[in-house]
């Protein structure tokens, strides 16, 4: 019960403040890494990311996403939150590879759509160093 308590409390009182710069593997894919947030104004062209850039201005909204990569202790140990908001008219879908530790390698993880206009929420129930979002689409 605490767990669910603390979920919501945490996706209803995100606080975006902006942290080291993530890196980005290419022009449309992206690395975040714990306690990132970041917001882009995204190029799509036919539907595929072809480039972004990074915005810091709250105000600015269109062709935005924003990225809030969270790592917090729960009762149970550490679980990882991925938050995304979608500024566009239609869906958009990525895909992620997650990464343990410095030990290992990405490894692919599912990911939701995320609806027109909303926010869509991951959790993995542990640990996460990084993840890389890619093959971002808007269908």
Excluded: C
């Excluded at 036919?46 to 269109?62: M, R």
């Excluded at 996403?65 to 969270?70: E, G, K, L, N």
């Excluded at 202790?73 to 008219?89: P, R």
């Amino acid at each position: 019960m605490k767990a669910v308590i603390f979920f919501l409390f945490y996706i209803f009182s995100i606080n975006y403040s902006y942290s080291q710069t993530p890196n980005t593997a290419s022009n449309s894919s992206i690395i975040l890494f714990k306690n990132d947030t970041l917001r882009i104004k995204a190029n799509f062209n036919n539907g595929k990311l072809i480039d972004y850039s990074v915005t810091s201005h709250p105000n600015e909204i269109a062709n935005v996403i924003t990225f809030d990569f969270r790592l917090e202790k729960i009762e149970t140990g550490n679980s990882a939150f991925l938050k995304i908001w979608n500024s566009f008219d239609k869906n958009l879908q990525y895909k992620a590879k997650i990464k343990i530790d410095a030990n290992h390698g990405y490894i692919e993880t599912d990911v939701n759509t995320v609806l027109p206009k909303l926010s869509s929420y991951e959790i993995w129930p542990y640990d996460i160093e990084s993840i890389m979002l890619y093959d971002f689409e808007l269908k």
